[in-house]
């Protein structure tokens, strides 16, 4: 009698994830070649099929050369039948969504906060993952993974979130209370460094071993990708340099300190001001309006935030000898912002050490980079560990 494997269980027991796994790293292979790549039976992988062919995440495509007997027929795994569930946690700004395998976005979800307790606040994000995956029917299993972006120093290995200023959390381990929540398995990234891995994986940085990306709208900091590896330090704090101040005697910012980058990006912080002045909501098509007509208000802020990303981008790529500079947030979608940190940074380099090959550039994903690198984690974490997510379509 075939061993009927419990379908809330069947696509993460060890058995179906590795023919799973196998099937996503080779793109396609008959039963033979499962046989043989993962060292089961032939019983074993038979009945794995079939219940994964019953599941509907795989599927039988074109048949192969016979070698004597029968054409063996290819089996792929169905790209659109395994999900993805991505969650960001930023200040402000509080997201959750749903990808397939192919790294296309399902659903995207903004969450209404009122307060950031940890419980409070993964609960909601729990509920509301619960309601996509209901809404949606798609069946718990099919979901490999959750991947969290949060603001502040996170611990990826143990799933905490060390010290967020943004959140105000200390010691939170999310991965832990959200599995619980969920019964799906929970890997956590800072939001800089899951957008630097979604730029590496699919974006600006494919190309190249050395990028940062700057992370600005709701808060300041980077992720740093040094010879094709995400760089951390020892306490994970890398690339913490938004409180460091960059303009001597610059804006006031709320660390206490004067000329952080964040007071100059964070887009919240000039919606407030206009809110003031003109008792008018300041969005992102209003603010690009009143740039394009050069209005005061707008046109000081941008030469600002211009300038003080130009010191970013330099003073920090310099150090690592970067070659891709990806901003993130509003700023990037302004050419004049994006043609002042290359021209400034190109001059430095020109006068001080040789010719400059930076290319500074806006992201492509618009505000899914977060999102989009936290589902790559799991992807990567769960199929091709220190490979490439989304690509290996069959
Ligand atoms: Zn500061």
């Known amino acids: 009698m075939t061993r009927h494997i419990s379908s809330t269980r069947l696509v993460r027991t060890y058995n179906a994830s590795t023919v799973l796994r196998t099937l996503y790293e080779h793109g396609r292979c008959s039963r033979s070649e499962l046989t043989e790549l993962t060292g089961m039976s032939p019983a074993t992988i038979t009945r794995i099929i079939h219940e994964l062919l019953q599941q509907g995440v795989i599927k039988e495509g074109s048949h192969g050369k016979s070698t004597g007997g029968r054409r063996p027929i290819y089996l792929h795994i169905d790209h659109t039948k395994l999900y993805i569930a991505s969650v960001k946690l930023l200040r402000d700004d509080f997201v959750v969504a749903l990808f397939d395998l192919k790294g296309q976005l399902i659903a995207k979800e903004s969450l209404h906060v009122e307060s950031l307790p940890p ?21 718990h299993e099919h979901i490999i993974g959750v991947g969290v972006s949060a603001s502040g120093i996170c611990h990826p290995i143990d799933g905490v979130v060390i010290r967020s200023l943004n959140l105000g959390w200390k010691d939170v381990p999310v991965a832990e209370m959200l599995s619980q929540a969920l019964g799906i398995p929970v890997l956590l ?22 990028s940062m990306y700057i992370k600005t709208e709701s808060g300041a900091g980077v992720g740093i990708i040094s010879n094709k590896t995400l760089l951390t330090g020892s306490r994970f704090v890398t690339g913490e340099i ?10 006031l910012c709320r660390c206490g300190q004067r000329g952080c980058l964040e007071p ?20 992102h098509a209003k603010f690009i309006e009143l740039v394009g007509d050069g209005d005061d208000f707008a046109t000081e802020i941008i030469d ?6 130009a010191l970013a981008c330099a003073h920090w790529g310099i150090i690592l000898d970067i070659e891709v500079i990806t901003i993130g947030g509003i700023w990037g979608r302004f050419p004049q912002i994006l043609k002042h940190c290359q021209s400034y940074y190109d001059a430095i380099l020109e006068q001080s050490v040789i010719p400059s090959n930076v290319q500074i550039l806006n992201s492509r994903f618009d505000d899914i980079a977060d999102l989009l690198g936290a589902a790559g984690l799991v992807v990567s974490n769960w199929f091709t560990p ?5 690509e290996r379509q069959a």
Do not use: M
Request: charged fraction near 15%; hydrophobic fraction near 45%.
């Open 264 to 283: 100059y990006v964070y887009f919240k912080g000039f919606q407030e001001t206009y809110l003031e002045r003109t008792g008018q909501e300041l969005t």
């Open 119 to 139: 419980h409070t606040l993964l609960a909601n994000v729990a509920t509301s993952l619960l309601e996509i995956f209901a809404s949606l029917a798609i069946p």
């Open 386 to 390: 220190a490979s490439v997510p989304f």
């Open 242 to 251: 938004g409180h460091v101040p960059l303009i001597p005697e610059g804006k």
């Open 304 to 309: 600002q935030a211009s300038s003080a990303l």
């Open 189 to 210: 990234e800072n939001d800089a460094n899951a957008c630097a891995l979604a730029e590496l994986w699919i974006g600006n940085a494919r190309e190249t071993a050395n």
